[in-house]
């Protein structure tokens, strides 16, 4: 029994490091482990009962705990669900008394009452397994105990001095034992947790310390969580202490393995550095870069504590109001003192409630005796009113079924109703997509193939008729038409090539757009464009529909603008592209005189950009006009076309 103990010690250690390989993987991956693991555990459970069976339906389940815990899930079904499966691992130890198990199902059952807020409970439960693990040696689990112990102090509301001593003990403690194992994973649990302490309390340059001691370490061992935390937090912390040159090439490392579909903590370290650089660009009061980012922020903002939405509010409108954009800025500083007066409402009631249920509590003490005094008197009178209860319950509870049935059988036709008139708005939209590309295409055929073959047939006759003409004057008249008939091809070029760019399907969208800016003439508006990332293919469907809305956006800066300058660019992401149009011309001072002119042409791309599942919005001031097109990229699933319908490419 002692040997399998000891093999049990080992497995464990070797499952908690290979864990740590796993934290970063796509939700698809993810999945198929969790399913894995819960046909080993059936398959486990149909075996006949032994001590070595126990064990490895023990590790399975602690496996499935990490997986399952570590996908996005909402906090109500977390909380339901999370001491299940750490109860299920105690009772598989339990019945073989087997010690290291029990260490294990007690760091895991604490870190889950840990998790649901009640500390004092989560304390004692990490206190009683070190105690275990002085009987029992189980370095790893111990470290992990001792770190998880020091977190329940070190983020208190109102941290004392004694408890950041009792961190500061227990986490020394951690350290010394990571060490002495060479446990890579705790010994960056130690310098993350340090640095994360003062970090969330804006004392960036105490945290950095932690975070640069453990940065070599991290480097030689890339493939464990803690590097990409290490590279956020480097980058932030320097960001934050003026050292921006120190924090970029550690971001760039950042983004360029970040990625949201990697369970719940790649999202939320996604989403902090994200906000942390739109903070620093506030505070450079480079507003429209600060914008971008906290607008990239509050898209994972339902997934965040209300604390964080105050941050975000106060510093929305601190950029709105940097921008001259007053009225979104008192719509955002509403939203700030709004979440802030609801925490210190819910910080108030819930000490109110804990002073109401201490009061209630003496006072049922009180009345104790006096109930048990009248309990027996009553007991008749109380069986009648039970049973009449019971009757006017089951009347109740038969009408509710009823109007239940009735009012789900509503909805269900409601819910049907609805999604057919989606449909038809969707049919609808694609009919009129549709129709307009095979009209561009078929004016470009026609302007190319006839059209253009007459100023052709134009210009030979004009040659043949000046070659018999003796008149030196009329000669000279017919020369001066030259210049006009080839400035008409060009014009006839261009104007077919903006409508049905050549090839196409083969160049793809980047090249088309450089081509549709070097076109424009450099009066009034002198164009440029620029393109960042590397350059991702889209269906071309997608592609197509992003051109035209960019084509419809420059034709507009011509028109209606009055702009010098004006910048196409490309911004190819990680999980999305986005194209962003930009002018310095009137700006919300055209807004009233252009409003009617312009209003079909945002109507129709706004249709393509709903159309692709593309988000399109417009900023304007006094600046100018800021049009940002984000069109996520499509899954591996998505059945693009490969050509266009009737294209004369």
Not at 34 to 48: G, N
Not at 301 to 306: N, S
Not at 644 to 649: I, K
Request: aromatic content about 10%; overall charge positive; proline content about 4%.
């Amino acid at each position: 029994m002692n040997r399998l103990c000891y093999f049990g010690c080992l497995l464990s250690l070797g499952l908690t490091a290979a864990q740590a390989q796993y934290m970063f993987i796509p939700n698809a991956r993810r999945l198929v482990l969790i399913d894995s693991l819960r046909a080993t555990a059936q398959h486990l459970q149909a075996q006949p009962a032994s001590f070595q069976r126990d064990t490895a339906l023990f590790f399975a389940l602690d496996r499935y705990r990490y997986h399952y815990f570590s996908l996005n899930r909402p906090f109500t079904e977390l909380t339901q669900t999370m001491l299940i499966l750490p109860d299920s691992m105690y009772r598989v130890a339990a019945r073989h008394n087997w010690a290291a198990g029990l260490i294990i199902a007690a760091v895991r059952r604490a870190d889950a009452i840990s998790y649901l807020g009640d500390k004092v409970a989560a304390i004692r439960l990490y206190k009683e397994a070190i105690g275990r693990c002085q009987l029992h040696p189980l370095p790893h689990e111990q470290g992990i105990a001792l770190i998880n112990l020091a977190a329940c102090f070190a983020y208190r509301k109102n941290v004392t001095r004694t408890d950041w001593q009792q961190t500061t003990t227990y986490m020394k403690e951690a350290l010394g034992l990571a060490r002495r194992y060479n446990d890579i994973e705790n010994i960056h649990q130690y310098y993350n947790l340090m640095g994360d302490y003062y970090v969330i309390r804006k004392q960036y340059a105490e945290a950095l310390p932690f975070y640069e001691a453990e940065q070599p370490l991290m480097a030689k061992h890339q493939h464990l969580s803690g590097y990409r935390t290490n590279l956020a937090y480097l980058g932030i912390c320097y960001l934050q202490t003026n050292q921006a040159h120190k924090a970029w090439p550690y971001l760039n490392q950042f983004f360029s393995i970040s990625n949201t579909d990697q369970g719940t903590y790649a999202t939320y370290l996604h989403y902090v550095v994200i906000y942390e650089l739109g903070v620093f660009y506030l505070r450079k009061r480079n507003y429209r870069q600060a914008l971008v980012y906290q607008r990239q922020y509050e898209t994972n903002l339902r997934e965040r504590t209300l604390f964080d939405h105050i941050g975000h509010y106060e510093a929305m409108s601190q950029i709105y109001a940097g921008l001259g954009n007053y009225a979104k800025a008192y719509a955002y500083q509403q939203r700030y003192l709004a979440v802030r007066d609801s925490l210190k409402i819910d910080d108030t009631s819930r000490r109110l409630s804990d002073i109401e249920a201490q009061l209630a509590s003496q006072r049922q003490q009180n009345q104790i005796r006096a109930l048990q005094n009248r309990a027996l008197q009553e007991q008749n009178q109380t069986q009648r009113a039970w049973l009449l209860f019971l009757g006017s319950g089951f009347a109740f509870f038969i009408c509710l079924v009823g109007l239940l049935l009735y009012s789900g059988r509503l909805r269900k036709q409601a819910i049907a109703t609805q999604l057919a008139l989606m449909q038809q708005k969707r049919d609808t939209n694609t009919r009129i997509i549709d129709t307009q590309d095979a009209e561009r295409q078929r004016i470009a055929a026609d302007l190319h193939d006839d059209l253009g073959g007459t100023l052709a047939t134009i210009r030979r006759r004009l040659a043949d008729i000046r070659q018999h003409l003796h008149d030196p004057k009329v000669a000279q008249d017919l020369d001066d038409l030259e210049p006009l008939i080839q400035k008409s091809g060009h014009d006839l070029r261009r104007i077919s090539h903006n409508l049905m760019p050549p090839e196409f399907a083969r160049l793809g969208l980047a090249p088309a757009l450089e081509q549709l800016v070097r076109n424009q003439p450099p009066q009034p508006t002198q164009f440029s464009f620029v393109l960042s990332g590397q350059e991702t293919r889209l269906p071309l469907e997608i592609e197509l529909n992003a051109y035209r809305i960019v084509s419809e956006l420059v034709q507009n800066i011509h028109k209606h603008a009055q702009a010098q300058r004006a910048a196409v660019q490309l911004l190819y992401h990680t999980d999305k592209l986005t194209i962003t149009v930009e002018d310095d011309g009137l700006g919300n001072r055209s807004v009233t005189k252009s409003t009617q002119s312009t209003g079909i042409g945002l109507k129709n791309s706004s249709l393509r950009a709903e159309y692709i599942g593309a988000t399109l919005w417009r900023e304007v001031s006094e600046a100018g006009t800021l049009v940002v097109l984000d069109i996520p990229y499509p899954s591996p699933m998505y059945a693009a076309r490969t050509s266009l319908p009737h294209s004369p490419n």
